[in-house]
T-cell receptor
Framework: GAVVSQHPSRVICKSGTSVKIECRSL??????MFWYRQFPKQSLMLMAT?????????EQGVEKDKFLINHASLTLSTLTVTSAHPEDSSFYIC??????????????FGPGTRLTVL | QKEVEQDPGPLSVPEGAIVSLNCTYS??????FMWYRQYSRKGPELLMY????GNKEDGRFTAQVDKSSKYISLFIRDSQPSDSATYLC???????????FGTGTQLKVEL
């Protein structure tokens, strides 16, 4: 089946530093990748949608200068949290959708990255 | 009011029980309905995908959509301890990318 990996699985950083999270589709080409944030006991909230080779589309209220998304290839997207602050601590999950899923909404999710900002 | 409402639980049932999980929604534009299962510290896994009203069955799982009532359900028959997880409903309007998720219901199936 379609596998999506994320790295790192867990990161702890100091306030003011930047953190990069990678999302990879391992056995399929992901034309579209999505980045979500999940706070404890809350829904997954879509942050942005990225298509390979083009700029990401951010949801309302998500700062594009703070959450930099790059989707440089069909198997890799990165999310960089710049100048992270404690309120950015959350569970970040990516998902990927490939060409075979154009007519469905089959998004394959990664295992998530737990970010803790001290 | 949230677009999608889901009882967070936790819901605890004995092994072999029939489990009923539900979501209500307010956006009449939603046409595609999904159920995901999420184990602790893992990403969500798609269980069921349905379009518009009706029932869909896959093994022990049955998804039901009632658009007139804006209500969707997931039934799990002969529940197993391995079904213990958080179940998230998600839905999407036609022609867009964005999935709107419920908060998830935590299910525990006990021996």
């Amino acid at each position: 089946g379609a596998v999506v990996s994320q790295h790192p699985s867990r990161v702890i950083c100091k306030s003011g530093t930047s953190v990069k999270i990678e999302c990879r589709s391992l056995d399929f080409q992901a034309t579209t990748m999505f980045w979500y944030r999940q706070f404890p006991k809350q829904s997954l909230m879509l942050m942005a949608t990225s298509n390979e080779g083009s700029k990401a589309t951010y949801e309302q209220g998500v700062e594009k200068d703070k959450f930099l998304i790059n989707h440089a290839s069909l198997t890799l997207s990165t999310l960089t949290v710049t100048s992270a602050h404690p309120e950015d601590s959350s569970f970040y999950i990516c998902s990927a959708r490939g060409l075979e899923a154009l007519n469905t909404d089959t998004q394959y999710f990664g295992p998530g990255t737990r970010l803790t900002v001290l | 009011q949230k677009e999608v409402e889901q009882d967070p639980g936790p819901l605890s049932v004995p092994e072999g029980a029939i489990v009923s999980l539900n979501c209500t929604y307010s956006n009449s534009a939603f046409q595609y309905f999904m159920w995901y299962r999420q184990y602790s510290r893992k990403g969500p896994e798609l269980l069921m995908y349905t379009y518009s009203s009706g029932n869909k069955e896959d093994g022990r799982f049955t998804a039901q959509v009632d658009k007139s009532s804006k209500y969707i359900s997931l039934f799990i028959r002969d529940s197993q301890p391995s079904d213990s997880a958080t179940y998230l409903c998600a839905m999407k309007a036609g022609g867009g990318n964005k999935l709107t998720f419920g908060t998830g219901t935590q299910l525990k199936v006990e021996l």
